[in-house]
């Protein structure tokens, strides 16, 4: 039997770098892998070994608890290609590249499409996992296939948008089958045709304020900047995974019922249901700015838990349960959380 040999791997690393909370979780065994044969060889030593594995692209969407066990990679694959036949561009992105410098690249490029995706962190590859959506567009509205390693039988896979079985902030990946899959890279499914996406209520008025009546794909982007940066803390200066709660989906019937209590509740048809404002529910039950201990709610976004040093995820979990029940009890609403807790 051959041994398999990854000399890159290292033992007992701190994660702190390695994830936007910046909660110091220490990883039992850390590799980087950077081609798809070191990440072939990581599975299949993991998987001899019988050692969990987690799969880490910019640490964006998790809650890392103070210790992992078994194997955690980080994928750092690169490179872009693009197809382009008349007006539609498809944009072949590796998974490990960065969310936000792709967006930016594609912009640059003329090729049109992710803009109102702006400044959300993390890398390509768990766009599709968490089907990342803001300011009026989903991911699935422009994605068109996307390349995967099956962790349990060795082979590649494609997936189309239909096999991603994306949800509300979720997919396949995410949910049904979490951990089987390794997002290599994803295919997106652009224009040349500057089209922009003007659904959202507050990017329109930040346009407004500017000036701007017929925008371009470079004003949207640079519009959903602002608002983001207005809004959300940078990572880099203070831990946070952006929303930290789904916006809550209700029937019609229980909507009326709770416009009838307050009034003022902020909520969007979505189908035959309603989508509650998540943030306004938190603001509403007097988390805004408050903290416990280490961390809190941030001041300017009550969807967003923030580390403000030395937290751990113990600590977050602890805040995220207080507000969950705040709102359960005021609404009669369940929050339920975005990120990924690891391990569960």
């Known amino acids: 039997m051959t041994t398999i040999q990854l000399p890159q791997l290292q033992r007992d690393v701190d994660l702190r770098a390695f994830n936007t909370f910046g909660f110091s979780a220490r990883a039992e065994r850390f590799l980087r892998v950077e081609s798809l044969e070191s990440l072939q060889q990581a599975v299949a030593l993991a998987r001899g070994q019988g050692w ?108 189309t948008r239909e096999a991603c079985a994306f949800g509300y902030r979720d997919s396949l990946f995410k949910s049904a089958q979490p951990g089987r899959y390794i997002i290599l890279e994803v295919t997106f499914a652009l224009s040349r045709a500057a089209l922009p996406v003007l659904r959202y209520r507050a990017l329109v008025d930040e346009l407004e304020q500017h000036g701007i009546a017929s925008p371009t794909p470079l004003d949207v982007f640079e519009a959903v900047c602002r608002i983001r940066r207005s809004k959300l803390p940078d990572p880099s200066e203070v831990g946070n995974a952006g929303s930290f709660f789904k916006n809550p989906v209700v029937a019609a019937d229980r909507y009326r019922a709770l416009h009838e209590a307050f009034p003022d509740i902020v909520a969007y048809p979505a189908g035959d249901a309603y989508k509650l404002a998540a943030g306004w529910l938190i603001d509403r039950c007097g ?55 690891y391990p569960a």
């Open 52 to 159: 969990p594995l987690l799969v880490l692209g910019g640490g964006s969407n998790l809650v890392l608890r103070e210790r992992l066990p078994g194997l955690v990679v980080q994928i750092a694959l690169k490179g872009r290609s693009v197809h382009i036949d008349g007006e539609t561009v498809l944009a072949t992105v590796a998974a490990g590249e960065n969310w936000h410098e792709t967006v930016a690249w594609s912009l640059g490029q003329g090729y049109y499409g992710l803009e109102n995706l702006a400044l959300i962190p993390g890398t390509v590859g768990a766009a599709p996992m968490q089907n990342i959506g803001a300011y009026g567009v989903e991911l699935e509205e422009r994605f068109h296939s996307l390349k995967a390693l099956d962790t349990e039988t060795g082979a590649i896979r494609h997936f």
């Open 287 to 341: 988390w805004k700015g408050r903290s416990l201990g280490p961390v809190g709610v941030y001041r300017n976004q009550a969807l967003v838990l923030v580390n403000g040093g030395g937290g751990t995820a113990s600590d977050l979990l602890a805040l995220a349960d207080a507000v969950r029940a705040s709102v359960l009890e005021r609404f009669g609403v369940e929050l339920e959380m975005e990120p990924r807790i």
